[in-house]
């Protein structure tokens, strides 16, 4: 579930960016673009924390399609100001980035579901986990290990 909580921070960015930005007050299409788009990536995060929308995050491939999209056209309507070129790259990295993430599955730090042990199953295929000392080692641990002794 981190690429979640990665989505969520990026969605805050989105929220916020308008005022790091400076939008100007006659661009109302960029202030509603990038706060309606971060609510947006904030909410399907959050959502797929819940087991029955645990798939939301993706429809945050649509927010990303659009933020490039419209990174786009407003790059061709630019006036050539820093703030407005900043803004536009700022929504053209974040589209990337939020479309790279919504596709990692919320399992993704967890192992393959054949590897996984059951919960209370303390044997696997029959035989019983191995301990530490019971692990073969190298003759550089048992050089340490009888050192410690």
């Known amino acids: 579930m981190w690429s979640r909580v990665v989505e969520i921070m ?9 005022f790091i930005f400076a939008h100007p007050d006659t661009e109302l299409t960029w202030w509603i673009s990038d706060m309606l788009c971060g609510t947006a990536v904030i ?13 939301a995050h993706l429809a945050t491939i649509g927010v990303a399609i659009w ?4 990174a786009y056209l407003r790059s061709s309507e630019a006036t050539g100001a820093a703030i407005q070129n900043a803004a536009i790259q700022n929504n ?6 939020l479309m790279m993430f919504a596709i990692i599955p ?6 393959p579901e054949p590897w996984r042990v059951p919960t209370g199953d303390t044997t696997r295929s029959g035989s019983s986990p191995q301990e530490p000392d019971d692990l ?3 003759g550089t641990d048992r050089q340490l ?4 002794h």
């Open 67 to 70: 933020l490039i999209a419209y």
């Open 10 to 18: 990026l969605g805050c960015w989105l929220v916020i960016s308008p």
């Open 43 to 55: 909410l399907f995060g959050l959502l797929s924390y819940w087991r029955p929308a645990r798939r």
């Open 136 to 138: 073969p080692q190298s």
């Open 106 to 111: 919320n399992d993704a730090s967890k192992p």
């Open 92 to 97: 053209m990295a974040l589209g990337l980035l």
């Open 145 to 148: 290990a009888a050192s410690h």
